[in-house]
C-alpha cells in the first residue's frame, strides 16, 4: 500500500519507505499529503529525501517536524524563519 507521503510525490512506495515514518504523527491522510507537499515544494523532492535518509530512522520523524516547522516560519518570516517566530512570540502561526 503506498504511503500518503508518496502518493502526492507521485514517486513508488516500498516496504523500506523513508517517508511512512516520518508522518505517522500526523494524523489525517490529507493532512499528511499536504505536509509532505509543502515540505517538498519548499526544500525541494531530493532534498528532502536526502535529508531524511542521512539521519537516524529513531530520528526521522523530528527531522520532518522540524523541516515542517521551518519552512512554514521561512514562509511566514522570510529572514528569520522559526526562530524568529519564536523569538517574537508568533510561534502559534506555525502550529
Not at 499536504?34 to 542521512?54: C, D, P, Q, Y
Not at 512554514?72 to 502561526?93: M, Q, S, Y
Amino acid at each position: 500500500m503506498i504511503c500518503n507521503g508518496c502518493r502526492v510525490l507521485r514517486k513508488g512506495c516500498s516496504e523500506t519507505c523513508i517517508l511512512r515514518p516520518c508522518l505517522q504523527w500526523i494524523e489525517s491522510p490529507e493532512a499528511q499529503g499536504h505536509a509532505t507537499l509543502f515540505v517538498a515544494k519548499f526544500f525541494g523532492r531530493a532534498g528532502l529525501m536526502s535529508f531524511i535518509s542521512a539521519v537516524p530512522e529513531n530520528q526521522r520523524p523530528a527531522l520532518f517536524q522540524s523541516l515542517l516547522f521551518e519552512a512554514c516560519g521561512r514562509t511566514v518570516n522570510p529572514v528569520n524563519g522559526a526562530v524568529g517566530l519564536l523569538w517574537t512570540g508568533n510561534w502559534h502561526v506555525c502550529q
